[in-house]
């Protein structure tokens, strides 16, 4: 099938399957002590990020030769050739220090920009059983089922999944409307389960990277969600990481609380 004559549909059920063996490669590696070497900022990578971004490359790649391809395992100057008018952006293991510690809070991350805006979108957590997904024409699902963002209004009592850095200052002033819950090392996964309700929201810091939000950013959106700026502006993706600034996410009903905490911790 030519790339650009392919549905969002027809791209998302391409990306859910290579999410799926993707993982299936992980869990291979998974508690087996694999092998690790270190990138820049000291940032680990295992012969399992390795393997399942092959997999995902020559899986989606092969199908959708015309579209581009950004990856983390990528060198800079390889993401910063791919501006084509669809882009795959993939992360094969969000959250690798969780995979290396055996803790089962890693995912698989893919998702198709159009435009620079993503269209399509799948999270796979193998180790859980949890499958995230959602196209820009249609519902945000978990394993098949309809999800969406909690109920919390900006009296309740929310609860927030946040960076160690933040999560004292967070409980000290707002401990009393606030449950300040360790973040999810999975920042993908974080997002996730702010889509499903499970979390309220959550403070992401800066220099976050494409990857690590491409798919989450649309699943939260469509299922009725918000990640934002503490301005209020959406991600823009193909950014140097250095313009990213603190962001937040939660229901569209507590964007404006989330983005006075956020605004809070950096005065």
Known sequence: ?????????????????????????????????????????????????????????????????????????MSAPERAGEARHRVFVVDPIDGTRAFLRGEDVWCVSVAVLEAGVPVAGVIHVPARGETFEATADGPALLNGAPCAVGDATPASRMRLSLPDSMRKKVADAEGRTVDALPAIPSLAYRL???????????????????????????????????????????????????????????????APRLRDIARSLAA
């Open 192 to 254: 996730a389960l702010v889509a499903c309700g499970r979390l309220d929201g959550t403070i992401v810091r800066p220099r976050a990277n494409d990857w690590d939000v491409a798919a989450a950013d649309l699943i939260l959106d469509r299922a009725g969600g918000r990640f934002e700026d503490v301005e209020g502006r959406r991600w823009r993706y193909g950014e140097d990481t250095a313009a990213h600034a603190v962001m937040i996410a939660g229901p569209l009903g507590l």
């Open 1 to 73: 099938m030519d790339g650009f004559s392919a549905s969002l549909a027809d791209d998302l059920n391409l990306l859910r399957e290579a999410a799926f063996r993707a993982g299936e490669i992980a869990m291979g590696y998974f508690r087996r002590d694999p092998q690790v070497w270190y990138k820049h900022g000291n940032s680990p990578v295992s012969e399992a990020d390795y393997a399942a971004d092959r997999c995902l490359e020559e899986r989606l790649g092969g199908a959708r030769p015309d579209y581009g391809w950004v990856s983390e395992e």
